[in-house]
């Protein structure tokens, strides 16, 4: 890594201090891995160090910047936001090379990850039958198909990997079904424990959500034995993957599939919902980006 590039972890954001903390107390265990590096950290939303100030922190005595998405699925945010952001640290630093790595994702990576976490709590649950035992992946929700159908891969690579007889999907917020609803069913058909896997990086809000809302389906349920993982932000193979980012993508010039994207402005123009190009994306002007985004794993819609 050239002492001129500056890398620049761009984290969520939470409402609740502690996993904003989190992520900052991430980027300085990256540090201590890779002393010569420079690694910066800033948020998109709620804290104090946003996306414009992070990036022309960045851009101070720094000839290249690498943002690097600190998220798993890919969004609005990470989709709309981090590129315009870019595009207007480019006009306010025309001497500095800005770089979007592609964000975290839902690759071998991650899921190895996952799969540890189920791992465990099959071993807290006294290693029961896993045809009796069900398992929940349960991530943030997102108005954007894209990012919901990342976590439907793991879902489908859980069951694939294991015996489990049922292997459901549930959201927090913003899109169905929620833990409860999912839960139900497992129930009705026969479920004897539940694996409840959240799929997030660090602590927040959220995170205490979970907690409560596990607390009162141990009490609605007495005779279903509940399984419950943690967020694994500091888990060795994220830091494996965010070195991998550095490796190949940061390196190669392989960028986030929407920074430079000329569907990315008609779709802010056109406020697009769900950020998903699927309502003004490339088939509708005729062109087939299915091939051209393959390498950059294009989950996100430009169908």
């Known amino acids: 890594m050239n002492t001129d590039t500056t890398i620049l972890l761009v984290a969520h954001g939470s409402r609740g201090r502690d996993g904003n903390q989190e992520s900052i107390n991430f980027a300085t265990q ?77 690759g071998r990576e991650i899921f190895a990850v996952l799969q540890a976490q189920l791992d465990r709590q099959m071993k807290q649950l006294a290693v029961p039958d896993p045809q009796t035992t069900g398992v929940v992946l349960l991530g943030r929700g997102s108005s954007d198909l894209g990012a919901n159908g990342e976590l439907a891969k793991m879902a489908r690579w859980l069951y694939e990997e294991n015996e489990h007889e049922l292997v459901d999907l549930a959201f927090t917020g913003v899109t169905w079904p929620r833990l409860e609803t999912v839960v139900q069913r497992q129930a009705r058909l026969g479920m004897m424990q539940i694996a409840i896997i959240p799929v997030y990086l660090f602590t927040g809000v959220l995170i205490e959500r979970i907690g409560e809302q596990v607390a009162r389906l141990r009490q609605q349920y007495p005779r279903i034995a509940f399984g419950l993982g943690g967020h694994f932000g500091f888990d060795d193979g994220v830091f494996r993957l965010l070195d991998a980012r550095v490796a190949t993508d940061a390196l190669d010039g392989d960028m986030l599939e929407c920074d430079g994207c000329k569907y990315r402005e008609l779709a802010e123009g056109e406020h697009l919902h769900d950020h998903s190009h699927t309502a003004i994306g490339c088939a509708q002007h005729g062109h087939d980006h299915a091939h051209a985004h393959e390498h950059h794993g294009c989950a996100h819609s430009h169908a």
Do not use: S, Y
Not at 50 to 61: F, P, T, V
Not at 80 to 87: I, N, Q, R, S, W
């Open 30 to 106: 990256w540090r201590q891995r890779h002393p010569d590096w420079r690694i910066e950290v800033c948020f998109i939303e709620h804290a104090d160090v946003l996306l414009a100030e992070g990036l022309d922190r960045a851009a101070k005595a720094a000839r290249t910047v690498v943002a690097i998405p600190l998220i798993l699925n890919a969004a609005g945010h990470v989709k709309m936001e981090l590129p315009a952001a870019v595009e207007a640290a480019r006009a306010r630093h025309p001497a500095v090379n800005f770089v979007i790595t592609r964000h975290l994702g839902m």
